[in-house]
Nanobody
Framework: QVQLVESGGGLVQAGGTLRLSCAAS????????MAWFRQGPGKEREFVAA????????RYADSVKGRFTMSKDNRGNVVYLQMNSLKPEDTAVYYC???????????????????WGQGTQVTVSS
């Protein structure tokens, strides 16, 4: 059994910062890349950021480049999403995801991720 639990969401004013965390537990030995996705009101779920198992490779959606940073702890069981200069359009439920398949460069596609958290709400007021 694998569990991903997100935390750190909340309400923040535009221009503010939040740091999301995702803690993995259970049979995490098979984890490879991890990612954050988000789903805004009335929108499809979209890719936000991903990090490779080694932590060397990261990828970001164009909409968050330069504002968001994804990182992981040394054991690889916790990943973070540091979100700076938040905008109202960043309002969404943010989901943590993990892949059981090795890829040197993490995928941007939902279908590449086998495990998902329940999500944490981020609301940015104008």
């Amino acid at each position: 059994q694998v569990q991903l639990v997100e935390s750190g969401g909340g309400l923040v004013q535009a221009g503010g910062t939040l740091r999301l965390s995702c803690a993995a537990s259970g049979r995490t030995i098979g984890f490879n890349n991890m990612a954050w996705f988000r789903q805004g009101p009335g929108k499809e779920r979209e890719f936000v950021a991903a990090v490779s198992r080694s932590g060397i490779s990261t990828r970001y959606a164009d909409s968050v480049k330069g504002r968001f940073t994804m990182s992981k702890d040394n054991r690889g069981n916790v990943v973070y999403l540091q979100m700076n200069s938040l905008k109202p359009e960043d309002t969404a439920v943010y989901y943590c995801a993990a892949s059981g398949t090795y890829r040197a460069v993490p995928s941007l596609e939902e279908a590449s991720y086998n495990y998902w958290g329940q999500g944490t709400q981020v609301t940015v007021s104008s």
